[in-house]
């Protein structure tokens, strides 16, 4: 697994300090626990965050060159980390085992279980998804199922939207987003990603709540009604 799209360095320091709600913080999570290159920048951070705080609890000057050091250790290239971190698969895995360990902690908790026990509903013309439950009400977290082929169902929302491809791929534009990857995008973006033709893609999708939902059906169902 090669991941292109990385957590951005400013969504990974709202992360390290705890500044991000729950919905947010789950995606940039899950997205961690499958890309060895974005633990370490993380861990870069919260060591060079951790080596300032010290400074100023000693009362030291923090000076400019403090900064420029934190920065220079964060913006690694996360791909080329992630390139030397992860060693090439032992055997290649049958197609159909992909069920085993598609849904990473600390998503699977969430959901109870990996995605041959998930109940999905569905959002017609071939979606699914199933609503995820947290305690943040900045944010509407979603499992979204579509079909090989087919758009994202399109979301009108305000602010930041986050979506994780777990298993399949989707293309956005002349960007391909496989699993792992990562994708930031905020309101003024408008955008159809579109599942690849192999395989279904099923992915996290957190937006910021409220979710204009009929739009959402709308926009579903606009192939159909051809308007
Ligand atoms: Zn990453």
């Known amino acids: 697994m ?20 729950e919905g ?4 940039v999570a899950t997205h961690l626990a499958l890309c060895p290159g974005c633990r370490r920048r993380l861990d870069a951070m919260e060591g060079a965050a951790g080596a300032l ?19 220079a250790r964060i913006a690694c290239e996360p791909g080329a980390v992630t390139a030397v971190a992860e060693k090439p698969p032992v055997a290649a895995a049958p197609k159909p085992a992909r069920s085993a360990g598609v849904i990473p902690e600390p ?5 109870g279980g990996d995605v041959d026990t998930l ?13 995820i439950e947290t305690g943040d009400p900045e944010t509407q977290v979603r499992l979204l199922k ?10 009108t929302h305000e602010g930041r939207e986050l ?7 989707f293309r956005d534009g002349n960007d391909l987003f496989a699993r792992g990857d990562l994708e930031e995008a905020d309101g003024d973006l408008l955008h159809t990603p579109t599942a690849t033709e192999d395989e279904d893609c099923i992915c996290l999708a957190v937006t910021e709540a409220p979710l204009k939902f009929s739009s959402w059906i709308v926009r579903l169902i606009q192939p159909v009604l051809k308007i």
């Open 24 to 27: 947010w913080s789950l995606a």
């Open 163 to 169: 979506t994780l491809v777990l298993s399949g791929s």
């Open 146 to 155: 579509i079909p090989a082929g087919r758009p994202v169902p399109e979301h």
């Open 107 to 111: 998503l699977r908790s969430y959901l």
């Open 53 to 71: 705080f010290d400074k100023l609890i000693a009362r030291e000057p923090v000076t400019g060159s403090d900064w420029e050091k934190m920065k």
């Open 2 to 21: 090669t991941i292109n799209h990385h957590i951005s360095d400013a969504l990974l320091m709202d992360y390290a300090s705890g500044n991000l709600s």
């Open 119 to 131: 109940k999905w509903r569905a959002l017609g013309r071939g979606a699914y998804q199933i609503r």
